[in-house]
């Protein structure tokens, strides 16, 4: 995990620093007075993190972006065909992108940005299984990490020739991602029997089989001595970027 962590985080500032000393020799926007915009995305703090970024203009309509999530942890509630899961989520993300305005203004306007972004997210919490008999609880862990590639379609908007309001209208990306959970049966201290085991496997199954793309390629196992079952999934996942940010142009 921690070798895929550096691979992603050195690609990007690969791009970053290409993207900077590219243009280096380029004339930097004379017209603008203002270059630099720092911003905040407050819908960040719904998936964990603080999400800051910034933006440079290094040509009249061409900008650099860059945004890092800071992990800082939220509770969730989640309810899935009555089975219910109260979780912890941390999240923690960079993304770097090269900004075109298709306008004729500086930082101003529609613009096109390819992207790319790696994220990382942790869950752990319980899982209560209510289509049993009595209800299952089971204690919750998920790892999930994704590198994608992606294209933002989005409008900014400068108050005063200060105040930045950028929307992320829409952005389709591809990424290849990796998860890993368990979940651990803590309902009583009865060991479980093959047949416990073929069970907590087939609940899973069926609490994740409906989650769009991945439910059904997901590797579910079940181990009997740890009454355990753990699930896996490797491969791609398309997404969507949206939102909004806020900031202060300098």
């Not at 992207?115 to 919750?140: A, Q, V």
């Not at 409906?210 to 896996?232: C, L, N, R, W, Y």
């Amino acid at each position: 995990m921690k070798s895929n962590t550096i691979r992603a985080l050195l690609l990007i500032t690969s791009f970053f620093t290409i993207a900077v000393t590219g243009n280096a020799q380029q004339n930097v926007d004379s017209s603008a007075h203002h270059n630099l915009a720092v911003k905040w995305s407050p819908l960040g703090l719904a998936f964990g993190k603080l999400t800051l970024g910034g933006e440079y203009s290094i040509k009249k309509k061409q900008s650099i972006t860059f945004y890092a999530g800071i992990p800082v942890g939220i509770q969730r509630n989640f309810n899935l065909d009555n089975n219910t899961a109260d979780v912890k989520s941390n999240t923690g993300s960079v993304m770097a992108g090269y900004r075109f305005y298709l306008g004729k203004s500086s930082m101003k306007g529609f613009y096109f940005e390819p992207y790319l972004k790696y994220m990382h997210n942790k869950l752990e919490g319980t899982l209560n299984y209510n289509d049993d008999n009595p209800p299952s609880i089971y204690k919750s862990s998920n790892e999930f990490s994704s590198f994608g590639i992606g294209g933002q379609l989005g409008f900014q908007v400068l108050i005063a020739k200060r105040i930045v309001l950028d929307f992320f209208v829409v952005g389709p990306e591809a990424n290849t991602v990796k998860e890993n959970g368990s979940f651990t049966d803590v309902t009583n201290n009865i060991p479980w029997t093959p047949a416990d085991a073929a069970e907590a496997e087939d609940d899973i199954k069926d609490a994740i089989n409906d989650i769009p793309i991945i439910g059904e390629k997901t590797e579910v196992k079940a181990d009997q001595a740890s009454k355990t079952v753990f699930i896996s999934y490797k491969g791609f996942l398309p997404g969507v970027r949206t939102g909004f940010s806020i900031g202060f142009r300098f």
